[in-house]
């Protein structure tokens, strides 16, 4: 299947994609558009609100303000203050900020509502507009901003820079690998053409390597390269003091940087090194100093990552605990910035140690806040996202009346935030006993003893698959 007949199918059998088209064209109706766009603040996030401004800049010829702030999902409170900031708006986008039930909530504050996402379900929307197959086909779509491109492909606008966009957006969230010639199912027929319009970026090469290459760590290729530097990007705000810059918010340096990219009409595609891509201007040479420092924290965090412990295997898959904490500059970001990267490029080794057919690693990070605790890998037989959430509604209900608690994320890739005064012992109390029951779960699917209620819990739970 070719990217053009992946779009029609996915037009075909996914209701919320012609839903959010046709919303999309109501708007046309209106004169003097403004647009608020509430979006994901990591690089997916990033590279779906620079899509979204440029549809709706062109074909509606829109004004679009851009929001980003660092808790994943949109809160009511920071919806009303950006409506109290200025003029009225015409629509509410939430991109790559999950799905959740309580978004319907939003209306009484602002409609209509289009949410873009691909994260798992908490709840499904029934008044906004929804673009999410997880919803109507349980299929794990790669990532946002690809959900994004295929929007703008369909109304004819999508050009060389959204195709760019699309293919930094799938590389954050780790939809392909390049080094190993792999891509997630749902990215394929996008990787594939995006291989043919930047044959360079995909360059396999010998070279230091990248947070993106977890098996080989030997060779690296330019794409893995400017991913890295816009994660690291995306951290600016919190280098400042340690560089001796002037503070600016890292997801908003990153989306200018980018359009500033577009406005110039640098071509992506001519693109053979990082010094190509960041260019002469000074948000390409602030992105290189915030850079720098994030591979020297990368070397501490490299270290403190080496000790992890054995938890037990489920289904051939050694899960392993790292404790430890970020490096100063991170230790007050309510997100994943370095330590749990660091600790994906552990899996395989953990692996061939252990001997197992696949590795997870559940990162225990104490910080300024609280706990965050982020869950990497699994080996498609364990949900970290399904893992996390219920871990995270078992603290919500043992701290009923305390809010900054939540949890999930992806198949292979998750997170839980613990605000204080959650105790670190009960976060780490319940994660042992989620684990443990998780093991009994599975052993007693496959000896065939389980009754169909202990099934279900273990789907709940994310032990999924079989070896």
């Known amino acids: 299947m070719n990217y053009s007949e992946f779009i029609q199918h996915l037009y075909e059998t996914v209701p919320g994609f012609p839903a959010a088209m046709g919303l999309i064209d109501k708007l046309r109706e209106r004169k003097r558009l403004r647009i608020l766009n509430f979006s994901h603040n990591d690089s997916d996030g990033i ?41 009225k708006f015409d629509l509410l986008v939430v991109s790559d900020k999950g799905t959740f039930e309580v978004y319907d909530d939003l209306l009484k504050h602002i409609e209509p509502i289009l949410i873009i996402d691909h994260h798992q379900l908490d709840g499904t929307p029934k008044k906004c507009t929804l673009f999410n197959p997880t919803v109507e086909t349980s299929e794990y779509a790669s990532a946002a901003s690809l959900l994004c491109h295929v929007i703008s492909s369909k109304l004819g606008l999508a050009d060389i820079y959204d195709d760019f966009a699309a293919l930094l957006g799938c590389r954050g969230d780790f939809a392909f690998d390049p ?53 690291a990007g995306c951290l600016a705000h919190l280098y400042s003091r340690a560089l001796g810059v002037p503070e600016t918010y890292g997801p908003t340096l990153v989306h200018d940087f980018l359009l500033e990219l577009i406005q110039r009409g640098d071509d992506p595609s001519k693109f053979s090194t990082l010094e190509d891509f960041l260019g002469k201007m000074s948000k390409g040479q602030l992105l290189s100093k915030v850079y720098g420092q994030f591979k020297e924290d990368w070397k501490i965090l490299d270290d403190r990552a080496e000790n992890a412990v054995f938890l037990g295997e489920i289904r051939g898959v050694g899960i392993y605990l790292i404790f430890a904490e970020e490096v100063e500059s991170m230790k007050t970001a309510p997100f994943p910035a370095v330590l749990p990267f660091v600790a994906s490029t552990k899996l395989e080794g953990l692996k061939r140690a252990g001997g197992h057919a696949h590795a997870m690693v559940v990162v225990f990070c104490p910080k300024v806040a609280g706990v965050h605790l982020s869950m990497r890998g699994g080996g498609g037989l364990i949900n970290c996202g399904k893992m996390c959430f219920q871990l995270s509604a078992k603290l919500q209900e043992i701290y009923s009346t305390q809010k900054g608690i939540g949890g999930g994320g992806h198949a292979r890739a998750a997170e839980l935030l613990a605000d204080k005064p959650v105790q670190m012992y009960s976060v780490m109390h319940e994660l ?31 032990v999924t698959g079989r070896l």
Do not use: C
């Open 47 to 87: 590279a779906s609100a620079v899509i979204i401004r440029r549809i709706f800049e062109r074909y509606l010829g829109a004004e679009v303000v851009t929001k980003m702030p660092q808790h994943f999902k949109l809160w009511e409170e920071a919806l009303v203050e950006a409506l109290n900031e200025g003029e």
């Open 179 to 231: 080094v190993e010639g792999t891509s997630a199912e749902f990215a394929r027929p996008f990787i594939d053409m995006a291989k043919e319009k930047f044959p360079m970026v995909f360059e396999v090469k010998k070279g230091a390597p990248t947070m993106y290459e977890m098996v080989d760590r030997e060779r690296t290729a330019l794409i893995n390269q400017i991913g890295e530097v816009l994660h």
């Open 432 to 462: 042992l006993f989620i684990v443990d029951e998780m093991i009994g779960l599975a052993k007693a699917l496959d000896s065939g003893i389980a009754t169909p209620e202990e099934a279900e819990r273990a789907d709940i739970l994310g």
